[in-house]
Each structure stands twice: as C-alpha cells, then as structure tokens.
C-alpha cells in the first residue's frame, strides 16, 4: 500500500512543479526559481508535530515543499529500507544491521536525535483512577490486570481496554520493549487504527485507557485556525521563552484525564514539560530523523532546518523536549 501512495504523491508534486514554474515563467520574463521537493514518512504519534514543523520550513524556504505521509513505525522502516522514501521521523535511531543495509544502497546515511517524546495514559474524566506505577501498567498490558477495581478500591467494577493507534506503531514498540521487556500484549489491548481515534474511544468509553503522544494533548489548534502562518513564524523568530504553565493546561483541558506515573513506590508525575527534561517522568523516548538523500535540495534544507534553533524551539511549543536547545528551567511561585 506504501508503494501505491507514494507514486501517488511523487505525481501530485510533478504537477504542482510544472504549475509553479510554469508561473514563474509567465511573470514578466523573470527568471524561474528553482523548485525542490522531498518525500517522508513520519509516525502517526508525531504527526502534529510534523505537520507544523513542515507548515513553517515550506513558508521559510518557497519552492521547497514536503509531502509526508503519516503511518505506523514499522511501516516507516519498511519504507526506509526497500527506498521507497529517503527521509523518516520514527521513535527511535536505526540500528546497526540497518545503518549497514542503507549504506549498500546509498552514499549518505545520517540519522539525528531531534527531540524527546512522553508517552501518556489517558482515561476517561469521569475514571476514578489518577495514577499508575510502571509496574501496574506492565500488568495491565500484559493481562495479569484486567479490571479497575483492582488498582485501587477507587476504581470502576469494570474491564480495562487498552487501546493503541495500531500494532505496529512506535508507541506499541516502545510499550513491548520498555515497560513489559519484549513480551506481548495481553487479549485486553487492542489497535484501533489511529491516534486520533484512540483519543475519541477514551473519550466516548468509561472503561478505556488509551496510550498516545503527548504532544497530541498539547496541541493548540485555535492557534493555527486563527494566526495567520507569516504572523506565528515572526513570533517563533523572536525567540522568547515557551510558557511551560500555558502548555500543561493545554493538557489538563484537552477533554481526557491524563494519568500521572510513578516508579514503583515513587513520587507519581504527569507527562509535563519539566519532568520530561528532569527525567521524573519515567515514560519518554527519542525522536529520529533519518535521511538517505543528498546534502542538497529540500530533503537536505529540512533536515538542517528541524535541527536548528527555530525548528527547536518549534518543536519546544508542542510540548515535548527539543534535543539540540538549551533549556532554562524557572520555578513559578503563585499565591
């Protein structure tokens, strides 16, 4: 199904290259500029933000466009080795059996760390349940936890379905391999095929725990809807200070109720911005960029751009960490 989609999308932006320059040629002679293109596959947990990140590069550099298709990590991968696309962003770096098959078929293999994500738990508001240990959580993704009343005397005399965007998404990995050490999935989880999806059914179900990127939380789309794009990157240029406290409540107001997670007997933690940069929050993993294309055209110009300051900091106000900024840290007093 990748192959099909993508030939589609190669087609869609041959045309749009012929109509752009065909333009470019009609206004009074001038001499065309030259158009460059690039193709990607990111995981669907990353999509808002890459969406944005793509949104702000195609408005910084015209004639450099990006056309990225949002699909499970395995797929992602998948794609990366057959050459089906030259770029992804997926939750963690290649290994080194895969480095080692991408430098047989390409000259250029780069793979950079370009942020730091939170996994978050999400239940239902009216779900009784505020915490979870990692260790509870492993039990409930494997089957030995079935039914709430059994984290606490709090919960519900109701099953727990967990539900996921699908199998084979980079947060299902992480899942497997960080919290239940490479064992599978009890018959409580099920994929559902999409983030977005896994956000309405917790939403809807009283009994469902849904497990999604924190950025999704965090998003703020009155802001897109109502900014204009030449106004938000003038902002974003500035460089001041994300309102960490603005972001949290983006969260705490997103419609769900996000559980907080402890180690063991710990101290419990919410998937906010500084605990994911003081380690506190004990759910995060890295975020990828992998690229087998040249050092030039919009595939190189992207990869620099998510890197630099502005991508950064880009990426700092979905509310996940940016990996290549320095990040002051302030402690707010209200009364």
Request: hydrophobic share 40%; aromatic share 8%; net charge neutral.
């Amino acid at each position: 199904m990748l192959g099909r989609v993508s030939r589609t999308l190669f087609a869609v932006l041959a045309a749009t290259t012929v109509m752009t320059a065909f333009t470019a040629c009609g206004e009074g002679g001038k001499k065309e500029k030259k158009v460059s293109s690039m193709t990607m596959v990111c995981d669907e947990a990353f999509k808002n933000i890459m969406e944005q990140e793509v949104e702000v590069f195609e408005y910084v550099y015209p004639n450099n466009f990006v056309l990225c298709e949002y699909v499970p990590q395995a797929v992602a991968v998948d794609s990366l080795l057959s050459g089906n696309t030259r770029n992804a962003v997926i939750g963690r770096d290649i290994t080194k059996t895969e480095r080692a098959a991408l430098r047989k078929k390409f000259s250029s293999v780069r793979s950079m760390k370009i942020a730091v994500d939170a996994v978050a738990l999400i239940v239902n508001p009216e779900n009784d349940i505020s915490t979870l240990s990692v260790k509870e959580i492993g039990q409930i993704l494997s089957g030995e936890i079935t039914r709430w009343d059994q984290i606490s005397p709090e919960g519900a005399d109701a099953p727990i379905n967990v539900v996921f965007d699908d199998r084979g998404s980079g947060l299902a990995t992480y899942m497997r391999d960080s919290v239940l050490n490479g064992r599978e999935f009890g018959p409580n989880v099920v994929s559902i095929g999409s983030v977005e999806k896994v956000f309405e059914t917790v939403k809807e179900r009283k009994d469902a725990m849904g497990v999604i990127g924190v950025s999704w939380l965090t998003r703020s789309l009155n802001e897109r809807d109502t900014t204009d794009i030449a106004s938000r990157v003038e902002d974003l240029q500035k460089g001041e200070a994300v309102n960490g406290i603005e972001i949290n409540e983006r969260m705490d107001n997103s419609g769900v109720k996000v559980l907080s997670v402890m180690r063991n007997d710990a101290l419990s933690y919410k998937p906010y911005q500084q605990y994911i940069y003081d380690g506190n929050y004990p759910l995060t993993r890295p975020i990828y960029i992998i690229s087998t294309a040249g050092m030039v055209g919009a595939a190189h110009k992207f990869y620099t751009f998510i890197t630099s300051n502005d991508g950064q900091r880009l990426i700092m106000r979905t509310g996940i960490m940016p990996a290549r900024m320095q990040i002051n840290i302030y402690e707010v007093t209200t009364k």
